[in-house]
C-alpha cells in the first residue's frame, strides 16, 4: 500500500507547495509556489530531504491528519498550536508520527503561514514540472477533509531534531531596491514612504499584501498613462487611490500600477508572515547591495543543514523514548575505572 496522508479536518486554505513553476512568465504563469520558501528550506533541513520536495502550507489555521504508515514530519513556518494525541509538538522541530495517531494543528499564533513537512515529500501528480496549488491560475484546489495524498519514499529515520529559524515573523524593515517608475515619485514622497509605518490588511492572499498606513495617499505624476508590462513578486504597486500593495508569488505577470520599488527576495518573507499588528517599515537600498543581500541570503539556506541540533525533550512527554539511544556503550558496576 502506498504511504499516505490523510485528511480529517483542514483550514481553509491548506495547499500542497514545492518551489513553484520558474520561467513560465512568459506563458502568462507566476512562479507560485510556498509563500515562505524560507520555511520550505527550514522543513526540508530538518528531515535530511531535498528542498524540492512538496509540503502542506497552512494559512493561519491547520488541521486534523493521519498517517497510513509511520512517517517522519517536520513543523516550520508561523507557529501553530500542534499536538500529537494530545501531546505538545514543538515547532521548528522533527517528530515521529505512527500510523493511527492523530495530529491535531490548530490556529497561528504568529505569523501567518505555517509548514508541514513529511518524510520523502508529498508525491501528488506533478502540473507543468510542479506540484504547487496554483489558486489563482485554477492550479490545484484547498484541500478538503477526506483528501488523501502520497508520500514518497523516505529513506532515512532521524527525528527529534530542531533550528533556530530565520526571524522574519516580527516585521521591521524590509529593503526594496528602485523599479523603472520609482523616478515618477517625488524624492520627498519617497522620503515619506520610507518613514511611514505599515501594517498588513488582513484581506491580503496569495497574490499579494495590501499595506495600511495613516497620512496621505502615495502618488506618482502621470500614472494615468502607464503603460501595462512585466511584474514580479516583492513589486510595490501603488494602486488608484494611493495604497501600497506587495505583489507575492500567485501574483498576475502584467500590470499598469506604478511600483515605488521591489522588495529583494530576502526580505519577502517578512511581508509574508506579517500578522496582525506587526508594523513593516521600507528601506530603500542600491542595487549592488540587494545582489549581495540576495547571495548572503542564499548562502544562508545553504548552510541550514549543517545548523541542525538534537531537541531536548522532556522524557516523559517522549512517546517514542524506547528509539533514542539513551546510553552508549558497556560499563562494569565491579571495574575500578579510575
Not at 192 to 216: C, I, K, S, V, Y
Request: with cysteine; net charge neutral; aromatic share 4%.
Amino acid at each position: 500500500m502506498t504511504r499516505a496522508l490523510i485528511m480529517h479536518r483542514a483550514g481553509p486554505q491548506v495547499t500542497v507547495q514545492d518551489r513553484g513553476r520558474p520561467g513560465l512568465l512568459g506563458q502568462g504563469l507566476s512562479q507560485g509556489g510556498a509563500a515562505d520558501p524560507v520555511a520550505l528550506a527550514e522543513g526540508a533541513a530538518l528531515l535530511r530531504q531535498p528542498v524540492t520536495h512538496a509540503a502542506l502550507e497552512m494559512a493561519g489555521m491547520g488541521g486534523s491528519f493521519e498517517v497510513t504508515h509511520e512517517t517522519r514530519i517536520a513543523l516550520t513556518g508561523a507557529p501553530m498550536q500542534a499536538s500529537l494525541d494530545g501531546q505538545t509538538l514543538a515547532w521548528n522541530a522533527s517528530h515521529l508520527l505512527r500510523a493511527g495517531q492523530r495530529l491535531e494543528i490548530g490556529a497561528a499564533t504568529r505569523g501567518i503561514y505555517g509548514y508541514l513537512h513529511l518524510g520523502g515529500g508529498i508525491a501528488t501528480e506533478e502540473v507543468l514540472g510542479a506540484r504547487a496549488a496554483h489558486l489563482a491560475a485554477g492550479i490545484g484546489r484547498a484541500l478538503r477533509p477526506g483528501d488523501r495524498l502520497p508520500l514518497g519514499d523516505d529513506m532515512r529515520a532521524e527525528v527529534g531534531l530542531t533550528l533556530d529559524p530565520e526571524p522574519r515573523l516580527a516585521g521591521g524593515t524590509v529593503r526594496i531596491t528602485r523599479s523603472m517608475q520609482t523616478g515618477l515619485f517625488a524624492p520627498e514622497m519617497l522620503d515619506r514612504f520610507q518613514a511611514t509605518a505599515f501594517r498588513r490588511d488582513a484581506r491580503g492572499n496569495r497574490m499579494g499584501a495590501r499595506l495600511e498606513f495613516e497620512g496621505d495617499p502615495f502618488a506618482a505624476s502621470g500614472q494615468l498613462s502607464i503603460l501595462s508590462e512585466v511584474i514580479v513578486p516583492g513589486d510595490i504597486q501603488m494602486t488608484g487611490d494611493g495604497t501600497p500593495f506587495v505583489l507575492l508569488g500567485e501574483c498576475q505577470t502584467t500590470g499598469g500600477y506604478p511600483r515605488i520599488g521591489t522588495v529583494i527576495p530576502a526580505d519577502l518573507p517578512r511581508v509574508v508572515q506579517a500578522g496582525p499588528g506587526v508594523t513593516l517599515r521600507f528601506q530603500v537600498i542600491d542595487l549592488d547591495a540587494g545582489l549581495e543581500a540576495h547571495r548572503r541570503h542564499v548562502a544562508g539556506l545553504a548552510k541550514l543543514p549543517a545548523t541542525i541540533r538534537p531537541l531536548l525533550r522532556d522524557p516523559a512527554q517522549m512517546q517514542d523514548l524506547l528509539s533514542y539511544q539513551l546510553i552508549s556503550g558497556a560499563i562494569s558496576a565491579h571495574d575500578d575505572h579510575l
